[in-house]
């Protein structure tokens, strides 16, 4: 046995596969492409885990696992800001991503802060917070991607979560927030279809992709994020889809603040 063999490591592959799913019996045998899914239907997310209260430095926190994205976020404030004072409270959200969060690895420090996902959900998340109730402060959002797939299940899980973590600070809100990704994929015959969750294959053949931010329970659209060309009813059709598929997000959040708030013997309160 080598002299530097570490006992203390449990050694693992460097690279891994996904588990292949054979097709099912009653399954199209036309259907092929990116759309064809065998362990859920078009329209069914991957099962969420959602748990509050984590990070006891914080004064709110989050943590979510959504298919291949784990995100972990923590909410610091309302706290005073340095000068100049504003008549409102002031949001900041800061993304970063795990060098072992993505294949390939990130460089650390330096490829770990994407701009753009930190001012894709501060827009996302302005409209959820009455920021017009802490003058003079500021409210700080901290993500750590700890494992991604693709760009919209990042963007959808991060807004799910900190929504969650804020709901946790005590912060008042609008309501809910939560995010919904999916792509659209045209197929012979077929016309197109909508895939909400994609996965890194079913991403890769889309045509569209779309994250939408929004409040469930008042029926409010908080940011639309769309890429790719497609037809005005066929993104109408996304945008229809992704807000029915809100509203079972939105339960899963609401239920787990109630779990949090009762396992910290706060009681159960009502959630908007």
Same mark, same amino acid.
């Given at each position: 046995?080598?002299?530097?063999?570490?006992?203390?490591?449990?050694?693992?592959?460097?690279?891994?596969?996904?588990?292949? @799913?054979?097709?099912? !019996?009653? #399954?199209?045998?036309?259907?092929?492409?990116?759309?064809?899914?065998?362990?859920?239907?078009?329209?069914?997310?991957?099962?969420?885990?959602?748990?509050?209260? &984590?990070?006891?430095?914080? $004064?709110?926190?989050?943590?979510? !696992?959504?298919?291949?994205?784990?995100?972990?976020?923590?909410?610091?404030?309302?706290?005073?800001?340095?000068?100049? @004072?504003?008549?409102?409270?002031?949001? $900041?959200?800061?993304?970063?991503?795990?060098?072992?969060?993505?294949?390939?690895?990130?460089?650390?420090?330096?490829?770990? #802060?994407?701009?753009?996902?930190?001012?894709?959900?501060?827009?996302?998340?302005?409209?959820?917070?009455?920021?017009?109730? @802490?003058?003079?402060?500021?409210?700080?959002?901290?993500?750590?991607?700890?494992?991604?797939?693709?760009?919209?299940?990042?963007?959808?899980?991060?807004?799910? /979560?900190?929504?969650?973590?804020?709901?946790?600070?005590?912060? +008042?809100?609008? *309501?809910?927030? /939560? *995010?919904?990704?999916?792509? @659209?994929?045209? +197929?012979?015959?077929?016309?197109?279809?909508?895939?909400?969750?994609?996965?890194?294959? %079913?991403?890769?053949?889309?045509?569209?992709?779309?994250?939408?931010?929004?409040?469930?329970?008042?029926?409010?659209?908080?940011?639309?994020?769309?890429?790719? #060309?497609?037809?005005?009813?066929?993104?109408?059709?996304?945008? %229809?889809?992704?807000?029915?598929?809100?509203?079972?997000?939105?339960?899963? &959040?609401?239920?787990?603040?109630? !779990?949090?708030? %009762?396992?910290? *013997?706060?009681?159960?309160?009502? /959630?908007?």
């Amino acid at each position: 046995m080598s002299a530097t063999f570490d006992r203390r490591r449990i050694p693992a592959p460097e690279h891994s596969t996904p588990p292949f @799913y054979e097709p099912l !019996e009653n #399954e199209n045998e036309n259907q092929a492409g990116p759309s064809r899914r065998t362990d859920r239907g078009a329209l069914e997310a991957r099962p969420i885990f959602l748990k509050t209260g &984590l990070i006891s430095q914080a $004064n709110g926190s989050g943590y979510i !696992e959504s298919g291949g994205v784990k995100i972990a976020c923590s909410v610091y404030g309302p706290r005073p800001k340095a000068p100049p @004072y504003t008549p409102h409270g002031s949001l $900041n959200v800061e993304v970063k991503f795990a060098p072992f969060a993505s294949d390939p690895r990130r460089a650390p420090l330096r490829d770990t #802060e994407p701009l753009p996902l930190s001012a894709l959900l501060t827009q996302s998340l302005l409209p959820t917070i009455h920021l017009h109730q @802490y003058p003079k402060s500021s409210i700080d959002i901290y993500l750590v991607v700890l494992e991604s797939d693709v760009l919209s299940n990042v963007l959808s899980a991060g807004l799910t /979560v900190a929504s969650a973590a804020i709901a946790d600070a005590g912060i +008042q809100m609008t *309501g809910l927030g /939560v *995010g919904v990704g999916g792509v @659209y994929t045209s +197929q012979e015959g077929e016309g197109g279809k909508t895939l909400l969750d994609p996965s890194k294959e %079913e991403e890769k053949g889309a045509e569209g992709t779309i994250v939408l931010g929004s409040m469930p329970a008042l029926g409010k659209v908080t940011n639309l994020f769309l890429t790719g #060309e497609m037809d005005v009813d066929q993104a109408c059709d996304m945008i %229809e889809k992704a807000i029915t598929a809100s509203k079972e997000t939105h339960t899963i &959040l609401a239920q787990a603040l109630i !779990e949090g708030a %009762e396992e910290r *013997g706060l009681g159960a309160t009502a /959630v908007a």
